[in-house]
């Protein structure tokens, strides 16, 4: 794997690792575990549909710390759970501005197991419009739909953007870089030069490390998350 590839994984490591300090897994089943977001001090976002039960809530802290978790309120209509945990502590990443993501931009999708750490999942935005009605006539603004292949653990966890857009060969290359194809693979497919690819790989890195502080979201849905502001 060449310098800049292996650097662009680096990246996606690190960007996973500063999202992963905001997420838990929360326990709400015998077995198994979906994750959550620590909104603020004490509270934590998760995804309605994967909270079985209501009572005996429990959530493994990034910290590794297993800690009980009350339900404040959940809406089936938005897909939203809050949970009240005292020792949830201050969300450590920037919070993003959801109505600025277009369509085709690359997310990475950070959630937490309940014994194994953070997980990560690549995926895109298929959709991003300002406002969409639920079935309960309540509002979702804005709303974004991303395309993304989950694990249940990841279910309700954080949603992290490039603030810049990839270009449409940029998502090329990514997807390859994703299935573990090295540079002559890649160039080889794309028709491009080995060069050409280092170049994209590059600008994906940049775009992808440009901002010093992890921007996150809440993630509802298996393969399909819808995400705003709650």
């Not at 990034?62 to 009240?84: F, H, I, Y």
């Not at 693979?185 to 440009?210: N, P, Q």
């Not at 979201?217 to 819808?226: E, F, L």
Request: hydrophobic share 40%; glycine share 8%.
């Amino acid at each position: 794997m060449s310098a800049e590839l292996i650097e662009l994984s680096n990246a996606l490591v690190r960007a996973t690792d500063r999202a992963a300090a905001s997420v838990v897994a929360v326990h709400a089943e015998a077995r198994g575990s979906s994750s959550g977001v620590i909104w603020r001090p004490g509270v934590i976002v998760t995804a309605e549909h994967a909270l079985r039960r209501d009572e005996e809530i429990r959530a493994t802290l990034p910290n590794g710390r297993v800690v009980p978790a009350t339900l404040a309120g959940r809406d089936p209509s938005t897909d939203l759970a809050v949970l009240k945990c005292p020792d949830a502590g201050a969300a450590s990443a920037e919070r993003g501005d959801a109505a600025a993501i277009k369509p085709g931009s690359i997310t990475l999708v950070v959630g937490r197991t309940r014994a194994s750490g953070p997980v990560a999942a690549l995926g895109v935005v298929s959709l991003a419009v300002s406002e969409r009605q639920t079935w309960s006539g309540s509002s979702l603004v804005p709303y974004v739909r991303l395309d993304v292949g989950l694990q249940p653990t990841a279910v309700g966890g954080a949603v992290v953007e490039l603030r810049e857009p990839l270009t449409p060969r940029e998502h090329e290359v990514l997807q390859m870089i994703s299935a573990g194809l090295g540079n002559k693979e890649i160039a080889e497919r794309l028709s491009i030069s080995d060069h050409t690819v280092k170049i994209h790989a590059a600008s994906i890195l940049g775009k992808l490390g440009a901002s010093s502080r992890t921007r996150f979201h809440w993630n509802s849905s298996r393969s399909r998350a819808s995400l705003g502001h709650p």
